[in-house]
Every structure is written in C-alpha cells, then in structure tokens.
C-alpha cells in the first residue's frame, strides 16, 4: 500500500508539471501550415489567416503561415509534405504536379496586377534587345509575360538577356542599372514607379487578359481525408479575398503586417490588382498550359482535369 500510495503521488506531480494535459473535454485542432512569400498576390492569405485570429479560430482546424524566403525553398517543403499549401506561382505547381506531386489548384491568388517595368531610358520594347531584363522564376506567368511582350513587337525571346532575380533585389538592381527593366509580383513593381527609377511599359491586361498567376494550392491527402477542413479552409479564403478587394485601411494595416512595404507603394500596387474573382476557369488556364508548351517549359503540363479542383471554392459561391 505504501508503494501505491509512492506512485501515485508521483503520478500526479508529473502530470501537474508538464503543463500540456489537455482539458478534460477539449480536443486539440489540426494545425494546417500554408506556405507564402511576402507579396502584395498573397493577400487573401494574411487576411484569412488574421480575420481566424480575431474571431476566436476556426471550426475544423488552427492555421499556421509559414513564411518563405524563396520559391524554390517553398516548393521543397510543398513537395514533401511539411506544409499543406501554399500560395504559390502556379507554373511551379504545375511542374511538380507533371513530375507526380498530388497537388491542387483551389484558387487564385488574384487577377491582374502584374506589369512591366522598365528604366526612364527605355520607350519602346525595341529599346530592351540585347540588354538583361529580370524575372522572379522561369516557371513564372512573369516569365510568360516577357515573352508575349518581345513576340508582339516582333522580337525573339533571346534577343534579352533574361536573368533570374530575387524579387526585393530587382528594384535596387534597376536603380543600379545592372538590368533595363523586369516583370515580378507586387509590390515591387510599384516600388520602383514610387521612387522614380521605373516606369511601367505594360500592365499585364494588356498582354494578356484573364492571365493565370500565383494560385491556392494544397496537398491532395488534405483534399481527400480531410474535406472539413480543406472546404472551411477555401470558404474562409474566399471570404477574405472580398475583404482584401475593399483595399481599405484594415485590409492595408493587415498587409503592411505580413511586408515590408511602404504606405505609397503598397496604395499604387493595390490599384492594379483584384481579389474578388478567385476562381480558376478551365479557358484562362488552357491559356497558359499552350504558352508553357511554346516555351518548351513543359512537355505535358498537367490538364484541368488532373490540376484544378473547383469543387470547393464552387459550394462557397
């Protein structure tokens, strides 16, 4: 008896110092991890992920952002599992998903708000042959976007020396001059317009409207074993992308949490952007499933059918 008596006394000190029992009656939320960089196309991310906070969390899950320094960072712990999403450029979903990932296209990220920036010596896309003009990633819509540009005034893709930069890097290398102009997310874009060292050659509509960008993806074990979850998920994206739409002061003091970014810049960037249409179409997507096939960026990129799944953000609208 006084053995018993020793081990339950010990029993419970051990239980009452380590502090992470769980209360009697309350079960511990999946934690669901969705990858980002800090761009102004992530938006509907941030606000999700803040509007969840201040109304006390979600039914079926916590959401946990994880930020990201580089795509291809990003795409690494997409692709094996340590995140369950990401919003993410959707040529590199698109990629992966060729090369047997299970991954699913949800939603957009935006629409529009992509352009085309060039030095204050630079009037004409003619003026840009033979001189380095930045991207974020081969696997852009930025990358498709230099090239419509160059092929609709008659240049070929190699008559500019296209260089892969880190997307804070491209407007200080602008200013430098170490390259005449370059195509990238927002807000850096905006950035160089607000501090006089670019100017902008083309908004992306103009190129190419209804172009196809970054994307909600997600991991498709989330999808299929836990539908609760993926659907509240989307629903509350959706709702925040109306949110972000707004482009008032909640919805920048919210941004401006997540960026590093300027109160002028991030005003000009938001002017060109939209988050109020987050579906995916099956037509804008065959769009860009042709160009990366032109640009021999994919020989077989997945179709619409194996890509997008619309099924969630559908019951939401």
């Not at 003619?126 to 498709?144: C, E, M, R, W």
Request: negative net charge; proline residues 5%.
């Amino acid at each position: 008896m006084a053995i018993i008596a020793v081990l339950l006394v010990l029993s419970a000190c051990s239980s009452a110092g380590n502090g992470k029992e769980a209360k009697p009656g309350i079960e511990k939320k999946r934690i669901v991890q969705i990858g980002y960089l800090p761009i102004t196309h992530a938006a509907p991310l941030y606000i999700e992920e803040e509007l969840g906070l201040a109304d006390g969390g979600y039914d079926n899950f916590e959401l946990k952002l994880v930020k990201f320094g580089s795509w291809p960072d990003l795409m690494d712990a997409l692709n094996t599992g340590k995140i369950d999403g990401a919003s993410v450029l959707i040529e590199l979903a698109m990629r992966a998903k060729e090369q047997g990932v299970d991954l699913k296209a949800v939603a957009l990220g935006h629409k529009d708000g992509n352009v085309i920036v060039a030095a204050p010596d630079i009037n004409s896309v003619q003026d840009l042959k033979g001189k380095p003009f930045a991207i974020p990633h081969k696997y852009s819509t930025h990358n498709v976007l230099l090239y419509q540009m160059l092929k609709g005034a008659g240049l070929q893709y190699t008559d500019v020396e296209a260089v892969q930069l880190p997307p804070a890097e491209m407007p200080v290398a602008l200013a430098e001059g170490r390259i005449s102009g370059y195509v990238v997310a927002e807000p850096f874009g905006a950035k160089a317009v607000v501090i006089d060292k670019g100017k902008v050659l083309f908004q992306s509509e103009e190129l190419w409207p209804e172009s196809v960008d970054c994307a909600f993806v997600l991991r498709g074990a989330l999808i299929k074993d836990e539908p609760n979850i993926a659907q509240e998920l989307v629903e509350k994206y959706v709702a925040a992308g109306k949110v972000a739409e707004q482009k008032d002061q909640q919805a920048k003091q919210i941004l401006k949490k997540y960026m590093n970014v300027d109160d002028n810049v991030l005003e000009l960037s938001l002017q060109w952007i939209k988050y109020d249409e987050l579906k995916l179409d099956e037509a804008s997507y065959e769009v860009l499933r042709q160009y990366m096939i032109e640009m021999e960026l994919s020989e077989q990129p997945p179709t619409f059918e194996e890509f997008v799944d619309n099924s969630l953000i559908e019951k939401v609208l």
